[in-house]
């Protein structure tokens, strides 16, 4: 002021946000932010924080007018309808001293000593998340113009969304799973096949330096998520899930999905998202490269970092339905090789996706708050973007697949039939030769909460397979996705012969192998031949870049009340230089009885694992101190 009215306006001297306590009280002490020599404030929404103002001279809460503004960090224009900016006014010991409630800021005196006010301020628990700007108006109570002092604190203040906190959309009552999906900065994630299911250990690392930073230029700079939104976890975890991927506003990973990394890291070379953010955001270009895993594990860090609670789930035998139907067709030649040119639908494997935890108000009325699946991998577009949920997990379970967001391809991937149809020419009729209600979707897993085992989860997206709950349900879904598929041709059965196929399991790489398929005839009196193909592929885990490793085609006849055995050996130098990354093979065959025309098809996937490693620690286990332990493995390779 120029008019001499400032020597009696009491100013704010200096602010200490006293960091360490308050990071303490909210739990984000484990930030690097809070740690760092010039500690920056990180807080959670709807709780408060201390903090200490030095002033020019004594505070005389008669006379002074104090207030904080809070802005939205790099918001062109403040809007206090759209809830980027607050004009917060200081009261003195009541809350009915200031302008508010309780769903808006509040800043109350606690003490006043000398020179120094202490004052407690609280967020609404629906703020906005990420950073904020921090000012303190000051000027004299009584009078009506506007001359006064601004302070602005030269750091941002981090608030983030609050799962402790009962008002918050986030909030999660279970003290055990909340410290296992918001704090925990490592887990499992699980990969491998249904039959041999494999954890992978996975940093999250949601508190090293620059992973908050980076999070929160996801949200504003990437996609350019509107300010107002980023309050609401729905949208944000929506948001995150278009954002984690490339082809999105050249978000954070690209997805590889061929045996070529050059100018990258193979998926399989990533241990942990942190090196991963870090990297994207020194030079805001894409990371390559990533597959289904690395996009949720990188999910759950930015999620956990931001404060929703999350984890990451993984679909074994998962169905990537590309065109609504609920059901994954695939067509077959009379040799039992598939007709890729006509197979737009793929079964995964496994997929990883992630669930995200709150309250789902925009779905109301009905119960559908809690998990919510989202899906960082960029399969098919949603809206046009990349991206896929959040979809209640319990609408998913109760096939309401309309509800938003994209649950039709996320019930899909669980609980899709599998149909199978012999094609023998554009002009001649599809014949259904086999269809799997029950293979889809199987051993959806989730790390333990407090320890580093599994968690089955399938029976939260889906009724137990053979039940009539689980056909009802599918039912319903295909009523409600009005896709206009009809499968057209039954196969009548023949009771009188009996294929049985055997799945292969801990198959050790190096080691020799068997597809074996029994055929039982039951006729007394009555002999039939059959005509028997077999197919070994080398496979992705996705169930493309399928590579020949062997065939083999038999005719056998099965005489009256017996039973014969068709097999064809593999042999490790028949697949050694046909192994791609994940070392899985696709095993089909096609039975044809040739009296009847009775076709029986079956095909398995399973992988080849590698050689237990056995690791021994010498010496004791020390705080603080080097560890040494001693690793074993045999070499299987001949």
């Not at 009491?10 to 909210?26: F, G, I, K, P, S």
């Not at 070379?269 to 990533?290: C, D, E, N, R, T």
């Not at 989730?446 to 089955?456: L, Q, V």
């Not at 028949?574 to 095993?587: G, H, P, R, S």
Request: net charge negative; with cysteine.
């Amino acid at each position: 002021p120029a008019d001499g009215k400032g020597d009696s306006i009491v100013q704010v001297r200096e602010v200490n946000l006293r960091v360490a306590e308050n990071a303490q009280q909210h739990r984000t002490e484990d930030y690097e932010l809070t740690k760092q020599p010039d500690p920056v404030l990180v807080v959670r929404r709807g709780d408060p924080f201390k903090v200490a103002l030095e002033l020019s001279r004594h505070y005389n809460p008669d006379r002074d007018a104090l207030s904080f503004v809070f802005t939205v960090r790099g918001e062109e224009a403040p809007s206090y309808t759209k809830n980027t900016v607050a004009v917060v006014p200081v009261g003195f010991h009541s809350s009915n001293e200031f302008l508010g409630s309780i769903t808006g800021w509040t800043a109350l005196v606690q003490s006043a000593r000398d020179t120094v006010l202490d004052i407690e301020i609280t967020p609404p628990p629906n703020v906005i998340v990420g950073d904020w700007i921090m000012d303190i108006d000051s000027k004299i109570r009584s009078e009506n113009d506007n001359t006064g002092f601004r302070y602005t604190h030269k750091d941002p203040i981090y608030i983030l969304f609050n799962p402790w906190n009962r008002a918050d959309t986030v909030y999660m009552d279970h003290t055990g799973m909340r410290y296992e999906c918001v704090l925990m900065e490592s887990g499992l994630i699980w990969r491998g096949s249904h039959s041999r299911l494999r954890p992978t250990v996975w940093s999250y690392g949601q508190f090293e330096k620059n992973v908050l930073e980076c999070c929160v230029y996801l949200l504003r700079h990437v996609g350019r998520l509107p300010s107002p939104a980023c309050a609401d976890p729905v949208k944000v975890s929506r948001h995150v899930s278009a954002v984690v991927n490339a082809p999105n506003d050249e978000g954070v990973i690209v997805g590889n999905w061929t045996e070529k990394f050059s100018n990258g890291t193979p998926p399989t070379g990533w241990m942990g998202s942190a090196s991963i953010l870090q990297q994207f955001y020194k030079s805001k270009k894409p990371v390559k490269y990533g597959q289904c895993w690395v996009f949720a594990g990188v999910a759950t860090t930015v999620l956990r970092a931001l404060g929703i609670p999350s984890r990451p789930v993984t679909n074994y035998y998962s169905a990537h339905d590309t065109h609504s139907s609920l059901t994954v067709d695939q067509f077959y030649d009379d040799n039992g090789e598939a007709i890729e040119k006509l197979n737009k639908d793929s079964i995964w494997n496994f997929h990883v996706w992630n669930e995200a935890w709150m309250t789902r108000p925009d779905l109301e009325p009905g119960d559908y708050s809690g998990w919510q699946a989202i899906d960082a991998t960029p399969q098919e577009a949603s809206d046009g973007i990349y991206r896929c949920g959040p979809a209640s997990v319990k609408a998913i379970k109760r096939a309401e697949i309309l509800k938003p967001y994209d649950g039709t391809f996320i019930f899909a991937e669980v609980n899709a039939d599998q149909i199978y149809w012999r094609y023998q020419g554009p002009m001649q009729p599809l014949k259904l030769i086999r269809k799997a209600t029950d293979k889809i979707g199987q051993c959806i897993s989730t790390k333990a909460i407090g320890k580093f085992e599994r968690e089955d989860i399938t029976e939260s997206y889906k009724h137990p397979e053979h039940t009539q709950e689980e056909r009802n349900a599918m039912l319903k879904a295909l009523r409600k996705c009005n896709h206009a598929y009809s499968r057209y041709y039954l196969n009548d059965e023949l009771e009188d012969v009996s294929f049985d196929f055997e799945l292969l399991d801990d198959i050790i790489i190096g080691s020799p192998f068997s597809v074996k398929l029994s055929a039982r005839n039951k006729n007394p009196t009555k002999e039939y031949t059959a005509h028997v193909v077999m197919r070994v592929e080398s496979t992705h885990y996705t169930g493309n870049k399928k590579k020949l490793v062997k065939s083999g085609q038999f005719d056998v006849a099965i005489k009256p009340n017996s039973r014969e055995e068709i097999s064809l050996e593999v042999t490790y130098p028949e697949y050694e230089k046909l192994l791609l990354d994940q070392a899985m093979f696709n095993i089909a065959t096609l039975a044809t009885i040739k009296e009847t025309k009775f076709d029986y098809f079956a095909q398995d996937d399973f992988r080849v694992r590698m050689p237990d490693v056995k690791i021994e620690p010498e010496g004791d286990a020390l705080v603080k101190k080097p560890l040494k332990v001693k690793a074993t493995f045999r070499n299987p390779l001949p």
